[in-house]
């Protein structure tokens, strides 16, 4: 679990999202974009290049606002 000042500090190098990105099951996610940063051994992995969208993941835009 990241501390949760990093995490509000955090944007989507993508998008450029604000609200910041959610932690949600143990990753990192942009609610504007949905793409997903991986969470390895504490610490954020943030490269636009290596992410996953909720799309890729579940086939579906995840149209759902975030938490």
Same mark, same amino acid.
């Given at each position: 679990?990241? /501390?949760?000042?990093?995490?509000?500090?955090?944007? *989507? &190098? =993508? *998008? /450029?999202? @604000?609200?910041?990105?959610?932690?949600?099951?143990?990753?990192?996610?942009? &609610? #504007? *974009?949905? @793409? @997903?940063?991986? !969470?390895?051994?504490?610490? &954020?992995?943030? +490269?636009?290049? #290596?992410?996953?969208?909720?799309?890729? +993941?579940?086939? !579906? #835009?995840? /149209? #759902? &606002? =975030?938490?």
């Amino acid at each position: 679990m990241l /501390d949760k000042l990093l995490v509000l500090a955090l944007a *989507c &190098p =993508a *998008c /450029d999202s @604000r609200p910041a990105v959610v932690q949600k099951d143990g990753a990192l996610e942009c &609610p #504007e *974009c949905g @793409r @997903r940063y991986p !969470v390895v051994n504490g610490i &954020p992995r943030m +490269i636009a290049d #290596e992410t996953r969208t909720s799309k890729d +993941i579940h086939g !579906v #835009e995840n /149209d #759902e &606002p =975030a938490t």
